[in-house]
């Protein structure tokens, strides 16, 4: 376990992550590195810690387009993942532009012992809560299945694919964002289909999606 890492850092985002082509959950790679090689025990947390805030900063204001973000990391905690890598688990919380509230965030990442470097992070924004069940006519499910249809049909877009949202949960997030939990199906013309795990962030004053991933399940 590594001891608790605070980094705080005011940055402009540089755009939004990948293009309609990608699959939401690729996440541009953002790399951190630590300014020395550790000598000590010591020096070799904090180079996890500094390479760690670095690659997260970078990868969670490529989110924001435009918007000055300012990121706040916690506790991180490392388990081996092999001869150099590191698995990294934490959690942190960000503040966009001028609101006041904070929107809470975890994350997962490998971090490269010979390089004191974080490649990608995953990161999943919002909390953990049930949230409330929305009526599949609401304003905001529709816009979800809309959105979610557009970037399912850029990435398959050499088959012939759909996606139907079912259940969708959502929750307050921040001062004007909204949380929102889907289940869905894929479909793949003749073969076959699986379910869709749906995991967005919508900011309800500019109706941009700051998050819209999605990840294929099989649920037989």
């Known amino acids: 376990m590594i001891r608790a890492a605070i980094a705080t850092a005011l940055l402009l985002g540089v755009g939004f992550i990948g293009s309609p082509a990608s699959h939401p959950q690729r996440l541009q790679s953002v790399v951190g590195k630590a300014d020395a090689a550790p000598a000590s025990r010591e020096e070799g947390r904090q180079a996890v810690d500094d ?3 670095a690659a997260l900063i970078g990868a969670i204001t490529t989110q924001f387009d435009q918007r000055r973000v300012e990121v706040e990391l916690g506790r991180i905690d490392a388990v081996p993942a092999g001869l150099v890598q590191r698995d ?14 904070w929107l809470p965030f975890r994350f997962h990442a490998l971090y490269d012992t010979e390089h004191a470097s974080v ?19 609401s304003p905001v499910v529709r816009q979800l ?9 850029a990435e398959f877009a050499q088959q012939s694919a759909r996606i139907a949202l079912g259940t969708v949960h959502s929750s307050p997030a921040g001062d004007h964002y909204l949380q929102l939990r889907a289940r869905a199906t894929a479909r793949f013309g003749g073969e076959g289909q699986a379910g869709a795990d749906i995991r967005a962030l919508y900011d309800t004053r500019s109706g ?12 037989s």
């Open 51 to 53: 390479a760690t805030a």
């Open 88 to 101: 990294l688990n934490g959690s942190g919380r960000l503040r966009i532009g001028s609101d006041a509230g």
């Open 145 to 153: 299945g809309n959105e979610l249809a557009r970037r399912f049909r």
């Open 208 to 219: 941009d999606w700051l998050q819209l991933d999605y990840e294929l399940v099989d649920r």
């Open 119 to 137: 490649g990608s992070p995953q990161l999943t924004l919002g909390t953990e809560g049930p949230g409330v069940l929305l009526a599949a006519r």
